[in-house]
């Protein structure tokens, strides 16, 4: 807390971090690292619930009627992303975050979930909050898991994206409808790879 706002939310937090990050790459300015350090650490103690799974706030400043919110998500992608080589407990996050994502937030046209509500979902599909940065973060997720695997390997990852399922797939399952379950095999290929801090996150 900066003794003036009452709460800290997980996707501004990222913002902070990301531009941190950034800046430190760009200059090397020691304080940066220190503090980025220190935010990493809040981070994973503070803004993820006892499941592991991001949450919107360390201290929520108001009743809130979601646990659960896409755009923190995609944010969280994007920092485990961008410093998982500069702190490694940050790989264990992105396997988790985006297993979450793929088999849980993804309805059967395509669309992402907006919210985990106390009570159900909320499944409006908004493009400018939490759609478009949710597509993108599981594009670069996989931009950079592309880096790793051999021709045939994406070969079998394309077949599988492009693959849909019969009518009486569970219509709350994500995986089988639009291609994202990976096999086993595939998956510690694209989960445990590395790549180094990119600016475009």
Known sequence: MDGVRDFV???????VMKALAKIYGLTGHEPCRDALSKGIKYYLENLFDEDGLPKPFSKAPRLTVYTREL????ECINLCLLLRDRFPELERTLEKVVAHIVTTWVK???SF????LHLGWDNVPMHRWGQSQMFRSLAFYLHEASKHLDQTTIKEC???RDSLTSSDTNPWSARPLYGWRVPLHIEDLTTKASSSPDQSV
């Open 108 to 110: 059967r046209d395509g």
């Open 9 to 15: 939310d997980h996707y501004h937090s990222c913002f």
């Open 158 to 160: 394309a077949a599988l």
């Open 71 to 74: 755009y923190d998500w995609a």
């Open 113 to 116: 979930r907006s919210r985990k």
